[in-house]
């Protein structure tokens, strides 16, 4: 059983730029989520996932925007990227309605924004 | 607005000793918990969950605590192990339209000297 894998693992964009991060789920989860964590704080919630459509957002502006494909892998597109951008984007995947266990993180990928 | 606050950024224990780590939230539609362990350069791992119904929730060595009256969860770790040196995230879950949503604190970074 794979779990979630993200990528790039790294990555380094100039202000303004716009960058698209990847996520593939870990087989069996059809729900996806994206956090973003600055340094020094714990993961916030960007959005949700399921069956392609985006089903709930946290506080983030419309130039944060994803989208899900029918193998349930998932991107996070930033616009007019900012300084303040730079954090860990994490991926989130689990089935639906199983909280018991929680959600299975990816490894996140490292943007920073100059 | 911190919906979901760890007011310690550290703690040392010895080795063989508990540790308790200390999680207060404010939100009480909020309807399970959960703590994830995060190890540099990897993604959040999920440790143990707690429903909001349930008081106390026992997996091997770990154990959370539920006050719910106090809204105050704990973690303890007992006996603590060098493994167990990681940053330790509180999480609460709850609805955002129709996606559940986790609402992390800053976390503790837990220090385990053998």
């Known amino acids: 059983e794979t779990g979630v894998t993200q990528s790039p693992t790294h990555l380094i964009k100039t202000r303004g730029q716009q960058v698209t991060l990847r996520c593939s789920s870990q087989s069996g989860h059809n729900t996806v989520s994206w956090y973003q964590q600055a340094l020094g704080q714990g993961p916030q919630f960007i959005f949700q996932y399921y069956r392609e459509e985006e089903n709930g957002r946290g506080n983030f502006p419309p130039r944060f925007s994803g989208l899900q494909f029918p193998n349930y892998s998932s991107e996070l597109n930033v616009n007019a990227l900012e300084l303040d951008d730079s954090a860990l984007y994490l991926c989130?995947?689990?089935?639906?309605?199983?909280?018991?266990?929680?959600?299975?993180f990816g490894s996140g990928t490292r943007l920073t924004v100059v | 607005d911190q919906q979901v606050k760890q007011n310690s950024p550290s703690l040392s224990v010895q080795e063989g000793r508990i540790s308790i780590l200390n999680c207060d939230y404010t939100n009480s539609m909020f309807d399970y918990f959960l703590w994830y362990k995060k190890y540099p350069a990897e993604g959040p791992t999920f440790l143990i969950s707690?429903?909001?119904?349930?008081d106390k929730n026992e997996d091997g060595r770990f154990t959370v605590f539920l006050n719910k009256s106090a809204k105050h969860l704990s973690l303890h770790i007992v006996p603590s192990q060098p493994g167990d040196s990681a940053v330790y995230f509180c999480?609460?879950?709850?609805?955002?339209?129709?996606?559940?949503?986790?609402?992390f604190g800053s976390g503790t970074q837990l220090t385990v000297l053998p």
């Open positions: 989130a995947s689990s089935p639906t309605g199983r909280l018991n266990y929680g959600y299975t």
């Open positions: 707690i429903s909001s119904i349930k």
């Open positions: 999480a609460a879950s709850g609805m955002s339209g129709s996606a559940r949503q986790l609402t």
